[in-house]
């Protein structure tokens, strides 16, 4: 375009210079640059971000290397502008360790269809009252340098724990697959920030790479000693008294992983392939009749007159009984149904016995001296009957140390029972890695019933003193109040041994 007077090319310059204004004017701006945060106490603050734009479209982001005890209204990402940013503090989260010197929370500026940030609101957050913490020092390794850990929230890498299996993003970066989950929910369009460079990792968490380098450096360093056992389930191929661990499918034998280690150490059996013993493969029969057949029938009929019991192909035309069936299907039936106990031994060790624990515990702390009702309880006695206060108080106090010693034999109870249900589950779970023996499971069948019989105990009634009438009077102890009819009609039938139990009831 051509100017062709001066009138003409001031118009020009005057025109620039606001495109040039206009664009440089900050586009949002925010109320707060400091966030001051009281260490003991539970606060949100907020921060009012708005904008003089009115011809276009503005957008904000946010981005924050705030610990998990900040909650963000809106989360980390972008936001429409005009906007409130609301910062929570919540103080029972304290105890996480992280740097809170060096919080940063900054609610940038973006356009729409612009990708580079135009300018930053660093806001500065203070938390008052909060002790001197140390402060990570190198990165993935934790205070000692010796163990690595998270980035985010500074807990150990771990193999065995999901939530600290370490990923790596996109940039390189490692993380904890918990925090990477974190991120990712806390997103505005569901990626991964990194908090290091902040590159985004797109995609499902649970497909993100491991740090297998990572992973077995961990390996390394955490090795187990052997388990020492007079007659172990499964022996370990160097030394019969250790509990094997491992099962090497070059080398055909099985290893405890002190052993595998210094057997394997040597470049030329780096390579063999090794399993946990829980997944080594099955070997089946070989047919007596025939040695180099495998079994593949069994026959059911105890009085069967064909012998052997255990045949192959070769032999089923000779073998005329009805009663047979195939032998991998019967093995995968009867490992399935131990795999059932063990399952079943394991949540009744693992969820049943705390949860009831736990009532049990409650119940006794119920009536503790120390709970208020139960001091009200004693002042109405004393208010109402003076004269008769110590015959009163004595009783009440029987009461209660007798609601207390029920509740203590039965937590004595419940203990017992634990202790003996996980030698089941040991046995039971020992039985499974042997890998032998599914012909046979009425062992551990019988461990079942015992398990079943042993849950009986649960079905008494535990009442806690709100269920108990109190009458200042005392002239006998306190007694229930009456059962609803609909409360009744719900109670738990005699015990059946052979009933499916579920965990959650």
């Known amino acids: ?48 971000v708005t904008t003089e734009i009115k011809d276009r479209d503005v957008l904000g982001e946010i981005i924050h290397n705030l610990p998990p005890c900040f909650d963000i209204d809106p989360p980390a990402g972008r936001m429409a502008v005009p906007s409130e940013v609301r910062v929570t503090y919540k103080s029972t989260m304290y105890p996480l360790e992280f740097d809170y010197d060096n919080l940063e929370f900054t609610i940038a500026e973006r356009f729409r269809n612009e990708e580079d940030l135009d300018a930053k609101h660093l806001i500065k957050i203070n938390l008052l009252g909060a002790p001197s913490r140390p402060i990570r020092k190198a990165r993935n390794m934790t205070s000692d340098n010796t163990e690595p850990s998270c980035d985010i929230c500074t807990l150990k890498f771990s193999e065995d724990d999901m939530n600290r299996i370490p990923l790596v993003l996109s940039c390189g970066h490692t993380l904890c697959r918990g925090c990477c989950q974190t991120l990712k929910d806390r997103s505005f369009n569901r990626t991964v920030s990194c908090p290091t460079d902040r590159s985004v990792t797109r995609g499902d968490v649970s497909k993100f790479i491991r740090n297998f380098c990572l992973i077995n450096y961990l390996r390394e360093t955490t090795q187990k000693p052997p388990v020492f056992c007079e007659n172990p389930f499964v022996p370990c191929f160097e030394n019969p008294n250790h509990e094997a661990a491992f099962y090497c499918s070059t080398c055909d034998v099985d290893f405890c992983e002190s052993c595998f280690q210094t057997v394997h150490s040597h470049k030329i059996l780096a390579n063999h392939k090794v399993v946990p013993i829980a997944d080594k493969p099955f070997k089946p029969t070989m047919c007596v009749n025939h040695p180099t057949k495998y079994v593949r029938y069994l026959c059911t009929n105890e009085n069967c007159v064909y012998q052997p019991k255990l045949f192959c192909d070769d032999c089923m035309p000779d073998h005329r009984c009805p009663y047979t069936t195939d032998y991998f299907d019967r ?63 004595a009783r009440f106090g ?7 010693d029920t509740a203590q034999r039965e937590l004595n109870r419940i203990e017992k029972n634990a202790g003996e249900i996980s030698k089941l589950r040991k046995d039971v779970d020992k039985f499974l890695n042997r890998r032998e023996g599914f012909l046979d499971i009425e062992a551990m069948v019988d461990k079942e019933y015992e398990v079943r019989k042993k849950m009986a105990v649960f079905q008494r009634d535990m009442p806690k003193f709100s269920d108990y009438d109190f009458k200042p009077a005392m002239t006998e102890f306190p007694q229930k109040f009456p059962q609803p009819e609909n409360d009744a009609s719900r109670k738990r039938p005699a015990f059946d041994p052979n009933e499916i139990i579920s965990i959650d009831d």
Not at 24 to 44: G, H
Not at 354 to 375: G, N
């Open 398 to 404: 029987c009461f209660l140390e007798n609601a207390k």
């Open 1 to 48: 375009m051509k100017w062709r007077n001066r009138n003409n090319e001031t118009l020009l310059v005057e025109e620039s210079e606001r495109i040039v204004t206009m664009i440089r004017r900050s586009p949002i701006a925010v109320d707060k640059y400091v966030l001051d945060f009281n260490a003991n106490e539970v606060s949100t603050q907020i921060i009012k």
């Open 331 to 393: 093995i995968s039936e009867n490992r399935g149904r131990v795999v059932k106990i063990s399952n079943f031994i394991k949540q009744v060790d693992t969820n049943v016995m705390p949860k009831r624990k736990k009532v049990v515990m409650d119940c006794k702390a119920s009536f503790s001296e120390d709970d208020r009702t139960i001091q009200m309880c004693y002042e109405k006695i004393e208010a109402h009957f003076e004269r008769l206060k110590d015959t009163a108080i």
